[in-house]
């Protein structure tokens, strides 16, 4: 496996570096610019990226697009002040004149040295492929052409039909002062499917895709392309019966999968090191309390192969691992990055990520789930006389220091009686991220994750990621519907 | 405090002039002629930027950015492929046109697309007065970014942790050219201070933030009235709690009454219509908003943070009125949705500029004072906004009144309701406008919605 990134290294040096004419020389001379005294630590990340996207609507193939981006941004930091600058030319002037920009954060003068660069070692969780290459152009368009038609096949009521496919070959390489070099070529791909469906003057839309860090054959495999097609009819047609959703704080089932958004923002948000070592985490300094029910245990994993939130390396170059959160409902970690792990006297925990070289790394998560639990589905719907059964959900939201935070049901029904009955229009359901898990009363054996379509947004950075859950029920949880 | 030397930052080679980036323009415009292209349009932009912040009295990150994107679509009779490139080089441009035209080939042939109608194009290109560079060092942006944080701890000693503060500045270059022989670019800047704190009572932390925007440096407001602000906001959310579920009069601030107004513009957008993707469909010259409600774009003012003299597709952009006494009176379109509607453009690829809703006479104490039972909503959470049906359900915090009276913050609760109702449900506009945004408008006040909490 450790071979996996030398020959990832050996990529994105081929393909970064030797453009470039740049050399190892070269990054030792942009690093004795960087080092000044009073540096304790600096970084260079380059990037290569090449993305496209294809469009079908109205049963046409309306728009592609193709996009080139490289650049390296350089970072120097001194105790907790960071300096940095970037450059979207990879050329040595550009990369001294970067240099000489970050570290002006410490007092200048004098030079700093790097030790011998040395290759990180990470078993590699994806191939390095191009996805852009691993179909034709024609069959891109092909593929598209089968959604809309299978869609369209599924319901006369379906009137709009939105296909959208994307691919992503990103090649980086990064470089610090511990002399240390690490590659990753990351491939990722995303295939969506709207559906607008209208009846006797209503109209509803649903939405269903997936992808992951591979190429696009992924889509082919069994017709998973097509389950995306149906599913998405499937909801909005769903939708043209719902009713409102009521209002109020009630018991609450959760679907597994997708619907682990609760646990990226009740929780995981607020696990982030650089809130933690701020103070302004509601969940700062409560390492060994509990805030969940000893059903729930949750990890960070960034090491599931072919996953969307997966990184071999971070962005950071530290390997990526599996990061106990919470243990049996006693919170045990923090997700680190390089900088607040010194500055907290723990370990980089492969957390650090950053949406391009032109953004500064911060710890952010990969695939945050929750483990299975005892309980049967069925046995937990069953146990509830009135509430809501929630399975499908848009984006969430949460307030980092109150510990706030919402998230979007988009398919959803009424538990009458301990029978899941009547759909239910959307509504925004909101809790407290410290006390919603302690209200975590019954969890499934039925974990599962989402189908690959997350982003999280963090200060204005967009990173993918991925989320899961067994079906889990919280007693009590506040439904933001129309029906008071 | 920390004391800096000064950056060599600064120094960094500046950004191209205009007639590079034309040349740039008419670069990419000949390269897909020469591949065939029937038609095509360009846009080249350049943006270079400072950014300081500094968190409890000590620096915390010095940014320098520089951005530069080339974006162009290309036309093969109706058929189009879309390329960008980071990269100006020759080769690197003429690889992105020919990525273009590649893409072309499998596209479909679209009667509805094309570039804008030349006789829309601006034939002038008034200056906006966009263009005010703020010669900041990173000493002065870094002392700017300490006094504002400073004057958010001095405000009250419930203030006890920080996110920071930030003083940002940057300028940007934009051109953009097409092959019916438009060319126009301007330069625009833009520059702010933010401050973020946390407040302290018992176990209880809230944080809340304030900023001030300008195109112009000396328009922003004080660094420490930013933090003042950023304070006393912060200060008034202590003590919040839950209400009971319950349906009440909500009286959105200037800064979220926003955010309903980016509603209606999202609802009333060529894409979302011509896609039947609206509740607004087919709504032209109908009542929409209560009667009192009138919306103007005004794509013109000086120094305003949503001007721009032409569009994305170079078309004039032009005043006109969107809402007149509650009824709508013009949709947000571009070229393609406005041929797909059988229509014509607006000027609005790209987004609107400048978006007013006219002021009524009420300031916010007087909106407040005449609520009995209520909600005031300062924050607004998630994204539970269906713009197809109008469903609405987000979470929010503020304050609640009683008798015209604001007794207690307010948090972990939803408001719910359906745009359509809560658009014509607008008992009052105040006259209290926010202008810090391409949206300018004053409190908003909605007559009921749903109330979710206890």
């Known amino acids: ?484 | 405090m920390s004391s800096m030397t000064e950056s060599s930052g600064r120094a960094r080679s500046g950004l191209p002039d205009k007639a590079t980036l034309e040349e740039r323009v008419e670069f990419a415009l000949n390269a897909a002629k020469r591949l065939g292209a029937s038609a095509a349009e360009v846009s080249v932009s350049v943006e270079q930027g400072l950014s300081a912040s500094v968190r409890r009295g000590e620096v915390e990150t010095v940014e320098h950015r520089r951005d530069r994107g080339l974006a162009l679509t290309v036309y093969f009779g109706r058929c189009k492929g879309s390329a960008a490139s980071a990269d100006f080089a020759d080769d690197a441009v003429q690889g992105a046109v020919q990525a273009a035209c590649d893409i072309a080939r499998y596209t479909s042939e679209d009667p509805c697309q094309g570039l804008a109608d030349p006789e829309l194009l601006a034939r002038e290109v008034p200056d906006l007065d966009l263009h005010h560079p703020w010669d900041l060092s990173v000493d002065a942006a870094i002392e700017q970014a300490l006094a504002c944080e400073q004057a958010a701890f001095d405000t009250d000693p419930a203030i006890d942790n920080s996110e920071g503060a930030e003083v940002d500045t940057h300028t940007g270059l934009r051109v953009y050219g097409n092959s019916n022989g438009f060319i126009g670019g301007y330069p625009a800047s833009s520059h702010s201070i933010s401050c973020a704190v946390l407040g302290r009572r018992g176990d209880e932390l809230q944080r809340d933030f304030w900023f001030s925007v300008s195109r112009v440096p000396e328009a922003l407001d004080s660094a420490a009235s930013v933090g003042r602000r950023a304070a006393e906001r912060t200060v008034a959310r202590l003590g919040s709690r839950r209400v009971g579920t319950t349906s009440a009069p909500v009286l959105f601030t200037p800064q979220m009454a926003r955010s309903l107004i980016g509603h209606f513009v999202g609802a009333v957008s060529g894409g979302n219509l011509y896609r039947k993707a609206s509740f607004l469909v087919d709504s032209l010259g109908q009542p929409v908003f209560a009667p009192q409600v009138n919306v103007h774009e005004q794509p013109h003012l000086p120094q305003a943070l949503g001007s721009a003299p032409f569009d994305g597709e170079g078309v004039a952009t032009r005043s006109r009125a969107l809402v007149e006494s509650g009824e709508l009176r013009g949709y947000v379109l571009n070229s393609y949705s406005a041929r797909k509607l059988g229509m014509q453009t607006t000027g609005n690829a790209g987004g609107v500029h400048n978006l007013s809703v006219e002021p009524g006479e009420a300031d916010f104490d007087e909106l407040v004072s005449g609520i009995e039972r209520g909600l005031v909503v300062t924050h607004l959470m998630g994204q539970g906004v269906n713009l197809v049906t109008g469903d609405y359900s987000r979470g929010a915090a503020g304050f609640w009144v009683e008798n015209g009276e604001i007794v207690h913050p307010v948090e972990e609760i939803t408001i719910a309701g359906n745009l359509r109702d809560m658009f014509r449900g607008i008992s009052a506009v105040g006259r209290d406008v926010d202008v810090q945004g391409n949206v300018r408008t004053g409190s908003i006040l909605v007559e009921r919605m749903t109330i979710a909490g206890e």
Not at chain 1, 295 to 306: E, F, Q, R
């Open chain 1, 1 to 484: 496996m450790s071979q996996g990134n030398e020959r990832n290294l050996a990529l994105a040096q081929e393909q970064i570096l030797t453009p470039a004419g740049l050399t190892e020389a070269d990054l030792d001379k942009a690093f004795g610019e960087l080092m000044a005294p009073g540096v304790d630590a600096a970084d260079m990340y380059f990037q290569a990226s090449r993305h496209e996207s294809w469009v079908l609507e109205d049963g046409i193939v309306k728009s592609g697009s193709h996009g080139l981006d490289q650049g390296v941004g350089v970072r120097a930091v001194s105790g907790e002040k960071t300096g940095f600058a970037y450059s979207d030319e990879i050329v040595l002037p550009a990369l001294l004149e970067a240099s000489t920009a970050a570290r002006a954060i410490s007092r200048s003068g004098g030079q700093g040295t790097v030790r011998a660069w040395q290759g990180t070692q990470a078993p590699s969780l994806y191939e390095p492929t191009d996805p852009l290459e691993t179909l034709s152009a024609d069959d891109k368009v092909d593929l598209l052409r089968r959604l809309d038609a299978e869609a369209r096949a599924q319901d006369p009521r379906v009137e709009q039909v939105i296909v959208s496919l994307s691919g992503l070959h990103d090649v980086v390489l990064v470089a610090d002062s511990d002399g240390r070099l690490s590659g990753d070529v990351r491939p990722l791909v995303r295939l969506n499917v709207t559906v607008l469906a209208a009846q006797d003057g209503r109209r509803e839309s649903g939405a269903a895709g997936g992808g992951g860090r591979t190429g696009y054959s992924f889509f082919l495999e069994s017709d998973r392309c097509l389950e995306y097609a149906r599913e998405a009819v499937r909801q909005a047609v769903l939708n043209l019966e719902a009713v409102a959703a009521p209002a109020g704080t009630m018991p609450v089932v959760l679907g597994p999968g997708w619907p682990g958004v609760l646990l990226h923002e009740a929780i995981g948000h607020g696990l982030e090191g650089d809130f933690n070592r701020k103070g302004t985490s509601a969940f700062s300094g409560r390492v060994g309390e509990r805030v969940a029910s000893p059903l729930c245990t949750i990890v960070d994993d960034g090491t599931i192969a072919g996953r969307r939130g997966s990184l071999s390396i971070d962005d950071e170059g530290t390997v990526s691992q599996k990061t106990t959160l919470i243990e049996r409902g006693i919170l045990t970690g923090y997700m680190q990055d390089k900088l607040n792990a010194r500055l907290t006297g723990s370990q980089p925990t492969g957390n650090g990520r950053r949406e391009s070289y032109a953004h500064l790394p911060m710890p952010r998560m990969t695939n945050t789930y929750m483990l299975p639990g005892p309980h049967d589905p069925e046995e937990i719907i069953r146990s509830v006389d009135r509430g809501l059964y929630a399975v499908n959900f848009g984006g969430g939201q949460v307030d980092i220091t109150s510990g706030k935070f919402v998230f979007s049901a988009s398919e959803a029904y009424l538990i009458e009686k301990g029978r899941v009955t009547r759909p239910v229009k959307g509504a925004t359901l909101i809790g407290n991220g410290p006390e919603v898990l302690k209200q975590v009363s019954m969890v499934g054996n039925d974990l599962a994750l989402d189908s690959g379509i997350g982003v999280c947004g963090k200060e204005g950075q967009s990173v993918p990621v991925g989320v899961g859950q067994p079906t889990l029920k919280v007693d009590a949880l506040t439904v933001g519907g129309t029906e008071a």
